[in-house]
């Protein structure tokens, strides 16, 4: 199972942008990966994915502001997050799967102000 390593999070005004990053400790090639969010006292929900074999998935509400990449070379995760809005403010949390096993990140705090 991999390791997964977050970086890039921080604090943001509203409309502004910040990319997150998503290190893996080895190959993703054959596995899903993708980018889920955390606030207090909420379920994790997922913001965007890529399943391995190319398609991507986006939560309604990041759909058109939020874009995820995948570099398999370098097995890193990328969340590209523009127009960002105070209700993006969560624990994002990077994710990788091989279906029944899932690795998780230790999580990134992104905090967007009004």
């Known amino acids: 199972q991999v390791h997964l390593v977050e970086s890039g999070g921080g604090l943001v005004q509203a409309g502004g942008s910040l990319r997150l990053s998503c290190k893996a400790s080895?190959?993703?090639?054959?596995?899903?990966v993708g980018w889920y969010r955390q606030t207090f006292g909420k379920q994790r929900e997922l913001v965007a994915q890529?399943?391995?074999?190319?398609?991507?998935d986006y939560a309604d509400s990041v759909k058109g502001r939020f874009t995820i990449f995948r570099d398999n070379a370098k097995n890193t995760v990328d969340l590209q997050m523009n127009s960002l809005k105070p209700e993006d403010t969560a624990v994002y949390y990077c994710s990788a799967d091989d279906g029944p096993r899932r690795a998780w990140g230790q999580g990134t705090q992104v905090t967007v102000s009004s």
């Open positions: 080895g190959s993703i090639f054959s596995l899903n």
């Open positions: 890529i399943i391995s074999g190319g398609s991507n």
